[in-house]
């Protein structure tokens, strides 16, 4: 059975550093990408950050300059290092796989709250 498990989750205070890593227990073929996405309360999901199999990284642009997302060689860990934290990063961040087929796995997610 494939599992994405996240960790690294924490309360920080703003201006802190946060590293979230996303480790794929069991086998996915053809991973074509993996990415970052987090959830706000009352707002609705949001893509934070991806990277593809040939390495390409996309942010979105709230993020860009201080989070950086990275990949072992093996592709089985993604990692998202959180730098300069703000409130408006408070959320459950989640990671996700997707296939070249485009099937989408998720793991569960994992709380990242700043207080300011």
């Known amino acids: 059975q494939v599992r994405l498990v996240e960790s690294g989750g924490d309360l920080v205070q703003a201006g802190g550093s946060l590293r979230l890593s996303c480790l794929v227990s069991?086998?996915?073929?053809?991973?074509?990408?993996m990415a970052w996405y987090r959830q706000a309360p009352e707002y609705q999901r949001e893509l934070v950050a991806v990277?593809?199999?040939?390495?390409?990284?996309n942010y979105r642009d709230s993020v860009k300059g201080r989070f950086v997302i990275s990949r072992d060689i093996a592709g089985n860990t993604v990692s998202l290092q959180m730098n300069n934290l703000i409130p408006d990063d408070t959320g459950v961040y989640s990671c996700?796989?997707?296939?070249?087929?485009?099937?989408?796995?998720w793991g569960q997610g994992t709380q990242v709250t700043v207080s300011s």
């Open positions: 996700s796989a997707e296939t070249d087929s485009r099937r989408v796995y």
């Open positions: 069991g086998s996915i073929p053809d991973i074509n990408s």
């Open positions: 990277i593809t199999k040939a390495g390409a990284r």
